[in-house]
């Protein structure tokens, strides 16, 4: 008999496909096409109106001659991200892998190779999953905008196509562990047949997690560019910019701090789900200087303060007026986006065996009143240079009296009338 926990269709085996997703935390995303060689982001050659006959020639001029995959994978990797998810086609229609389907693809451009192949060796040599993004809409395809202007032969040649370029996708790099859709608009799901070419994308890889950006929910949501953690029913990953571009754009340098981007990723993991970070390397291949140092310092921050943020799924209690909290079991992390050097924690039930700096171990004064736990002994400064993290070791599951602070009888006592 089939063991059913190794069938991804039965629910342990969709817990089991989920389980590393859920603990991942962190991943790269990465946006390289041909619009890195212009240096104003991946939307360009729709904002800017760039003529096809302009466009389609920056192909010859693409030849990645700094691009070392596998020093992209040591950098995630380094950095504490467990995937990555490389756009395999963006919106411009350039195909980075060596398809049989579409001719505007890196073998024919002047890279001369599949880029997309040395992407999944190097990914799987660094142990990290592998994420393809792929773009359902296409500026260049004739049929997709004809499709959607009305002419019904042009959208069934466009589905069929997708659908065509897609399975090859799917077929011929060995396991690929995420397909992240995108640009599903002027299409309906019907039109797409999303379920058809889901089904068919699960056949051929019975493991994979899909996106729900083909308009049917799949496996996970992708809020993009905002963060709240609100304990939701179903995985999440977060897909952030690290400036404020996807694609290659030099001339925007508003990077986010290593403490902004801790901060985010405490704050995804406070909530059970994942930040996917990215990265827009230039023509030639090279993640921008800038990106490669942020992310190095988020990996050191990482190294320090790990067991923060990496625990499995789990949801974050109301013990934030400093900045997000995240547990595991019978411990509590408080991520002090506000650094204090005396923390008082309102109504927390369970009492506090120990409680220290987590990146240093320095243990700190713990006191205890009927609606208070206090915290002292703190360093003046913030000890860590990212972000400091406090790790309280409890006597019993994280939980937090509510009704001790707003209005509990031996807080706020009944005056006589
Ligand atoms: C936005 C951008 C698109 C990018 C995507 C990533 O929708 O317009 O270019 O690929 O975000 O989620």
């Given at each position: 008999m089939a063991d059913p926990t190794n069938n991804p269709r039965s629910a342990q085996g969709h817990a089991n496909r989920l389980d590393w997703f859920l603990k991942a935390r962190f991943g790269m995303f990465i946006h390289w096409g041909l619009y890195a060689l212009l240096g104003q982001g991946e939307w360009a050659m729709n904002r800017q109106r760039i003529p096809l006959d302009e466009y389609l020639p920056l192909a010859d001029q693409f030849k990645a001659e700094n691009y070392r995959p596998r020093e992209w994978a040591k950098l995630a990797r380094q950095a504490g991200m467990k995937y990555m998810v490389l756009t395999s086609k963006h919106h411009e229609g350039f195909c980075l892998w060596d398809s049989k389907i579409c001719k505007f693809n890196a073998v024919n451009s002047?890279?001369?190779?599949?880029l997309l192949a040395e992407y999944v060796e190097a990914v799987r040599a660094e142990g990290l999953k592998v994420g393809l993004y792929y773009s359902l809409g296409d500026w260049r395809h004739p049929d997709w905008f004809a499709g959607w202007q009305g002419d019904d032969a042009a959208r069934e040649r466009f589905m069929d196509w997708t659908h065509d370029i897609v399975r090859e996708l799917m077929s011929n790099y060995g396991q690929i562990d995420i397909l992240w859709y995108d640009l599903p608009q002027n299409y309906t799901p019907m039109q797409w047949r999303s379920v058809e070419l889901n089904a068919m994308v699960r056949q051929l890889q019975p493991q994979i997690l899909i996106n729900n950006r083909a308009y049917t929910t799949e496996d996970f949501a992708t809020p993009e560019q905002h963060l709240t953690a609100i304990p939701v029913n179903r995985p999440w990953e977060i897909c952030m910019t690290l400036n404020d571009n996807w694609g290659y754009c030099p001339a925007d340098l508003n990077y986010k701090t290593p403490r902004e981007v801790a901060l985010t990723l405490a704050t995804a993991s406070a909530g059970g789900g994942n930040l996917l970070l990215n990265v827009g390397p230039d023509g030639t291949g090279r993640i921008p200087e800038e990106s490669q140092k942020i992310l190095q310092s988020v990996g050191q921050w990482l190294k320090r303060n790990a067991q923060a943020v990496y625990p499995g799924p789990r949801f974050t209690i109301s013990f934030n007026q400093w900045g997000p909290t995240t547990i595991d079991g019978f411990n509590m992390y408080l991520h002090l986006k506000t650094y204090q050097n005396k923390i008082t924690i309102g109504g927390l039930i369970p009492q506090v065996r120990r409680a220290s700096i987590l990146s240093t171990g320095q243990e700190l004064t713990i006191q205890r009143r009927p609606t208070q736990t206090i915290l002292t002994g703190l360093p003046e400064r913030s000890p860590d240079e990212v972000l400091t993290v406090i790790h309280l070791e409890l006597d019993g599951p994280p939980d937090q009296d509510i009704g001790r602070i707003i209005g509990g009888a031996d807080f706020f006592p009944v005056l006589p009338a």
């Open positions: 002047a890279a001369k190779r599949d």
